[in-house]
């Protein structure tokens, strides 16, 4: 289950909809100088039934994790800035090897240059794990290959410059991305993995009606392994045609479709062409009520026998107030994997369901519990599973 959490495109999918770890904490600041400081804390014990996603031999075993951030931020007319500094320590208390710290420092900066313009800075530093799957899948290595979750460090910088804002009749927004991703242990599996990727993206926006707008946006990432002897090199080309509206404040979104390639340096991998789609939606028959459908499809890296892994993903999620307090979470996420190249030709599935109940005890505090069942089907034998999870999560603020 833990690798489903790390798909690039369930992420995605995820982020395109808002987290839905999210709790209602609304935390308070405290004054260092003329910056503020603003701590949080969330604290989870939890139980699941196939720590390792196997077919046959499932390991179950009680959870605990602790997830403390701090962020350092400042703002003045036209400079926002600040550093976020969080961590998460999770331990399985049957399975003792398979713990681990994941760490991340992150500073940003928004500037606006005048009224039209706008600069975005970020820089992360993360010290992140892939946790071990006897499933396979992604990038994760099973029971028998390491003893413990292979950990790798990720340096990422990002800028971001748009001319125009939301409200214009147009707007420019380019962008681009450094990426350094290294492991750190067990070299001899998680060398070919080492990478560095370089984005660069432009968008165009133009409205056409008060709260219609329809674009066209570019990308351009460059993979470039490490490993001099890896045929994984390849550049990635994306083009998409779109449309962003709000219809009525009950309804709103965004849909882009395109088309892609993915051209390898080597000709013993095959180059990929085909569509490409990101597609959200959001309704809203009440203020308190919310249901998002977001579906996308791309290609992503394979790191292993593969050439790529096309992805297609679908979520439907249903956010519920029930009261000042009381709200609620129910999303169902599916992803297809195919494996491009594969000797096997192998293609999973994987189908998740997440049920989350949420109080709010005080403006500082709330309570919260999740359900999640993960069903994984694959064409290879044997890898076959289900996961069930549950977490009761206290998260507490100033």
Known sequence: MEQLKKSPLVLALVAAVGSPAAMAVEPASMDVGNLKLTPVLGVSTGYTDNLFDDNSNEKSTWITKVRPS?????????????????????????????DYIDKSATAYADLELDSRKKLELLAEYLKRHDARSDSGSGSSFTTDQTSKPTRYTSTNLGVRFSYGTTQSTGQIVLGGRFSDKEYDNFRSLTRSKDRIAKEATA????????????????????YDYQLSSSTLDSVSKKAFVGVEWEASAKTTGTAKFGYANKNFDSNTR??????????????????????????????????????????????????????????????????????????DGREDDTNTLRVSMDYD?????????????????SNINNLDYTSNEILLTVQGSL
């Open 70 to 98: 701090v962020t350092l931020q400042g703002v003045s007319e036209k400079l926002t800035a600040g550093i976020k500094l969080s961590a998460d320590k999770t331990s399985y208390h049957s399975s003792s090897s398979d």
């Open 203 to 222: 968008a165009f926006y133009y409205r056409v009606t008060p709260k219609t707008r329809i674009l066209v946006e570019g990308r351009y990432t460059d």
């Open 270 to 343: 095959d180059d990929f062409s085909g569509n490409n789609w990101e597609v959200g939606l959001s309704w809203s028959p009440r203020t308190y009520s919310i249901f998002d459908l977001t579906s996308m499809h791309s290609t992503e890296e394979s790191n292993g026998d593969a050439d790529y892994i096309e992805e297609t993903g679908f979520r439907l999620g249903w956010d519920h107030k029930w009261s000042e307090r009381v709200s609620s979470l129910v999303s169902y996420t599916m992803l297809n994997e195919e494996y491009a190249g594969d000797p």
């Open 361 to 377: 005890l005080r403006r500082w505090l709330s309570v919260g519990v999740s359900v999640s069942r993960a069903d994984f089907n």
